[in-house]
């Protein structure tokens, strides 16, 4: 039974303030200025997250002249600073760590992202990549377990493992205005198709089965 984005992920409302600038040392909403152009990631104390891939694709695509930083968010602590020493990445300069946030700032942070990797590999059925989709944001993954067969051909997804096939992903978008549009388009449809009254529904449906097969 698939799960669905909570309806607070949604793209920007046009006159409202649709967008957070997380390099003013918090995540509020923030209409003044668009800020500094970033990707977003998510980390979490479990090591399938992969924050060191994460940091190495991050890593190539600011060698190959890309300005933006990349924005994690979650809890996960001192690790995450340890691992991006070998790529030379800094706090509060390249990468900013946002911590955890309630579901309307992680809204707000899609929506004023460029571009949302997830390099995880096992989830049961991968839900950030769906939500960043119905905030119009464009997606990179790890097309392997759940993820693939939720995001479709709406995300672009390379080889679990293969960095430098993330970074040229990531580039790509960032770089190619057509395919992120392309993207955006694709994932706001893709995201349409989920919603909890299905899953509701569908849940029920297995109840019902087994009870009926029980009696």
């Not at 602590?77 to 579901?103: C, I, T």
């Not at 995201?191 to 529904?201: D, G, L």
């Amino acid at each position: 039974v698939p799960l669905a984005p909570d309806p607070c992920f949604t793209p920007a409302v046009p006159g409202g303030i649709g967008r957070v600038n997380p390099f003013k040392g918090r995540c509020v909403p923030d209409s003044s200025s668009p800020g500094l152009p970033f990707c977003l990631t998510f980390g979490s104390h479990f090591g399938r997250k992969h924050l060191e891939w994460v940091y190495e694709v991050f890593h190539l695509i600011r060698l190959w002249g890309f300005p933006h930083r990349l924005v994690v968010v979650g809890g996960g602590g001192r690790p995450w600073k340890e691992q991006m020493k070998p790529f030379g990445l800094r706090e509060g300069r390249e990468v900013v760590f946002a911590g955890p946030v309630s579901d309307p700032v992680l809204a707000l942070l899609y929506r004023s992202a460029e571009l949302f990797f997830y390099l995880s590999l096992a989830e049961g059925f991968g839900l950030p990549p769906l939500e960043a989709m119905a905030c119009g944001t464009p997606v990179v993954v790890f097309g392997n377990t759940a993820v693939r067969e939720v995001v479709g051909d709406a995300a672009m997804w390379v080889n679990p493992g293969e960095t430098g096939a993330a970074a040229q992903a990531v580039a790509a978008v960032l770089s190619n205005q057509s395919l992120a549009k392309r993207l955006r388009r694709q994932g706001l449809a893709t995201a349409a198709r989920f919603s909890w009254i299905e899953t509701a529904e569908r849940t029920l449906a297995v109840y019902r089965d087994v009870l009926g097969r029980a009696c």
